[in-house]
């Protein structure tokens, strides 16, 4: 392919790493199979240093202008600390450098990682992601800004279609990938021998084996009640959400819910429409549960109203991105409340909701409040819902919903 024209200055691409606790030969060969595919000129400089070196080579690094860097480390070390806030210890202040000479385009490449495996399909292993998932928010993990890659002695295919995508938009002056990085659907094959006559295939098999079938992502906006689609913010009064928790997305409704002809037990009726419905977990839709009564959506706002007081006033500099209810470490989408009126399609990284359900998949009901510090890291913290004892007297006056942004 010829050289395909791009708007980043830079064609440089850093590899560096510490006291050579993994090969970079690895790395190179990816960046260079990957550039050559993609047309996209590059020069790679491989870098080395020792710890000692660490604030010397951080200083020299943001001094650089680059297409992109690659941090590589080792999936045994000490601590994989690679962008944790006043850690003290490990690579941030290497990271944030290469994030500053890169524009943010930079990736981290962990090797020696055992429990990476060719057959899972995954740029980056759930044992590596989970150690380090934390540190980053979701543009960082999933190409949009920077990846995340772990392997064992040598990168996988999955590896290379994702840099290659990664370098062709960044190449051509994008800050990385328009959407996360997934990877093209492989169904299985057809094993004709063993499937029933054509008549008698139930529609289960029907649509494991139809690519028409493979649910669309829903956007978002989507999950979240109260905003619509284009991303317009519509408050968060109680009133306001009895009357958006009735109108689901079209796109959820369409991928969570279908008729029963038969209803073989109780899920309810979903609100806007008639009849029995079988929920159906759908990647990037929340799932219902179930209707509430009125005196309990009181209480319950009037609760996250007491948090978001408490909160502001022990930490003002907090900027509330969004507040919630877990079930058992999930969501509940009836009381999804987005905080931020600049971000109001505002969607719960990946990583945060598997650390949600790591934590409180055995408790019943936790109030969640996720924010950014002053140095824009994005957290969370939770608060134990209160015994019964504790909740307001019933028939008392409970204040209705106010949005934190607006609160003065």
């Not at 990271?95 to 490449?109: D, I, K, M, S, T």
């Not at 919630?324 to 969607?347: A, C, H, M, Q, R």
Request: aromatic share 8%; charged share 30%; glycine share 8%.
């Amino acid at each position: 392919l010829p050289a395909m024209a791009y708007s980043t200055k830079s064609r440089d691409v850093l590899i560096i790493n510490c006291d050579d606790t993994y090969s970079m030969d690895s790395v190179k060969t990816l960046v260079q199979k990957s550039s050559k595919a993609m047309g996209v000129e590059t020069s790679i400089e491989l870098r080395r240093f020792t710890l000692p070196e660490l604030a010397k080579v951080s200083e020299e690094v943001k001094e650089k202008r680059l297409l992109c860097a690659i941090l590589v480390l080792h999936a045994h070390e000490s601590r994989l600390s690679i962008n944790e806030k006043n850690a003290g210890i490990g690579y941030a202040i290497l990271y944030r450098a290469l994030r500053e000479a890169a524009e943010g385009r930079v990736l981290v490449v962990i090797g020696a990682d055992e429990k990476s495996s060719k057959g899972d399909r995954k740029v980056v292993s759930n044992w590596v992601r989970y150690k380090v998932a934390s540190q980053f928010e979701d543009e960082y993990l999933d190409g949009r800004r920077g990846f995340v890659f772990s392997w064992g002695s040598n990168y996988y295919p999955i590896h290379e279609d994702a840099f290659q995508q990664y370098l062709r938009a960044i190449g051509s002056g994008m800050d990385g990938l328009d959407q996360p990085f997934t990877p093209a659907v492989q169904l299985p094959p057809r094993k004709t021998e063993l499937l029933k006559k054509e008549g008698d295939i139930t529609s289960q098999e029907q649509q494991e084996y139809n690519p028409a079938s493979v649910p669309r992502r829903a956007t978002a906006a989507s999950a979240y009640p109260g905003v619509s689609p284009e991303g317009d913010f519509t408050g968060m009064s109680v009133q306001s959400r009895q009357q958006t928790s009735s109108a689901r997305p079209k796109d959820c409704d369409k991928q969570l819910y279908k008729p029963k002809t038969e209803p073989t037990n109780d899920h309810g009726t979903h609100r806007g429409f008639t009849g029995p419905m079988q929920p159906e977990r759908t990647p990037g839709c929340l799932q219902p549960h179930g209707r509430d009564t009125e005196q309990k959506r009181q209480e319950i706002e009037h609760r996250l109203n007491s948090h978001l007081d408490e909160d502001k006033q022990n930490f003002p500099q907090r900027r509330g991105k969004l507040l919630g209810v877990l079930k058992y470490g999930e969501l509940d989408e009836s009381y999804i409340y987005p905080l931020d009126k600049n971000d109001p399609t505002f969607s719960v990284p990946g990583y945060m909701k598997e650390v949600f359900l790591k934590q409180r998949m055995g408790i019943p009901e936790t109030d969640v409040f996720i924010y950014k510090d002053k140095d824009g890291v994005l957290s969370s913290r939770y608060w134990d819902v209160p015994t019964p004892s504790s909740a307001p007297p019933k028939g008392s006056k409970i204040p209705a919903w106010v949005p934190y942004f607006g609160r003065k």
